[in-house]
Each structure stands twice: as C-alpha cells, then as structure tokens.
C-alpha cells in the first residue's frame, strides 16, 4: 500500500499541475527564448557591422576621389589663371600696336 501511495506521489511530481515541474518548463521556455534572441541579436549586429565597414571603406574612397578632383580642378584653375594673364598681356600689347 505505501509503494502504490509512493508511486501515484511520484506521478503527481512529473505531472504538469505540479507548480515545480510548472516554474522548471518556463524556465526552459525562457532559456530557449534567450537563446533565440541572442541569435537573432548576434545577426542583426553582424549585418550592421558590415554595414558600417562597407560604409566606411565607400565613404573612405569617395573622400580620397574627391580630394584627386579638388588637386586637379586647383591645376586646372591656376592653369587657366596662366592662360588668361598671357591673353590679357597679348590683348594689351595688341592694343599699344593699333593705337
């Protein structure tokens, strides 16, 4: 009779309605959730730090693109300031030798 009573007692600490068995299947439940959310965090990371390593090498070159440009068009510019003073000196020597 005690080993019956002692069997349905162990039944009764497997059964769901068991508050121990209750606590031990949230806690499971948030172990799994953690895990999910931690995986899901550790992608998302992932993606925006190649994102910002994309970005920064992108934004690397356009700056070095664009420090080239502002080199060549400076040269273009005093090329052209040269190529207008010369006009200007002809245009004034033109204009002694009409007058």
Do not use: H
């Not at 039944?11 to 068995?21: H, I, L, M, Q």
């Not at 356009?62 to 000196?89: C, F, H, P, V």
């Amino acid at each position: 009779m005690k080993t019956a009573a002692f069997l349905i007692a162990g039944a009764a600490v497997v059964s769901a309605d068991n508050p121990t068995t209750a606590v031990v299947n949230l806690l499971e439940e948030l172990r799994i959730k953690t895990r999910t959310d931690g995986e899901n965090e550790l992608k998302a990371y992932n993606k925006f730090a190649c994102w910002c390593e994309n970005s920064s090498k992108r934004k690397t070159e356009q700056i070095n693109d664009g420090k080239r440009t502002i080199e060549k068009l400076g040269n273009a510019i005093l090329l052209g300031k040269g190529k207008a003073a010369t006009a200007a000196s002809e245009i004034e020597k033109a204009t002694k030798k009409l007058k």
